[in-house]
């Protein structure tokens, strides 16, 4: 969308081009570049609205967090990073246990409050401009770690794991826990792999007993 400065800045190189002079009085000038700053102007307000309709486009409406489809975006990216650059990646997947119960219950008004509140313990419990959070499905929700080793986000998605059902948000009064599976990237391994690995070591927390992360 940047394209749209070039378009900005057309008309008044177009009528110098036509005149084959520049602006012969300050009067001229002053026009030309008022004009030039007003579509100049326009186009940063377009190109701000389109931004701004993309990161829409890429956000859970319900809990604020990245969404899906920013995730494989986001998935990619990170792989080809940490391969480039010979660094840690580490992807957490986490599922809440018992939440169809919160919805049949409590309603699902009361199920998207506590999905909510999920969402500002993970955002709240990692680093902040360097971890990401998404919500990639009902109640499932994935985090990437760039730069991190599988052993210390381990213990971070154990901390979120016990505020989860004992913290702030109280998931032990609907009955409900959190499981999580986290993996760290291989050499050589690709995305989909990845997400492979990360998806069984979260079912493999379910099967386990729930309420639990294995990684």
Known sequence: MRWVYVIAVIPTLTEWLETGRLPGTFLESISDLGLTLLLVGLAWLICR???????????DGL???????RFHKDLRQEVERARRQAASLTLAFLDMDGFKAVNDRYGHAE???VLRRVARLLQEGVR?????????????????FPGATGPDVAKVLERLRLNAREGPTDLGRYGASVSGGVVELLTGEQAGEFVRRADEMMYSAKSRGKDRIVA
Do not use: K, S
């Not at 609205?49 to 956000?59: G, N, P, V, Y």
């Not at 902040?128 to 990437?144: K, N, P, Q, S, T």
């Open 49 to 59: 609205q389109h931004d701004r309709i993309l990161e829409m486009a890429e956000l």
């Open 111 to 113: 199920g998207d409050e």
């Open 63 to 69: 809990t604020g967090l990245l969404n899906a489809r």
């Open 128 to 144: 902040r401009h360097v971890d990401r959070c998404y919500r990639i499905g009902g109640d499932e929700f994935a985090i990437l």
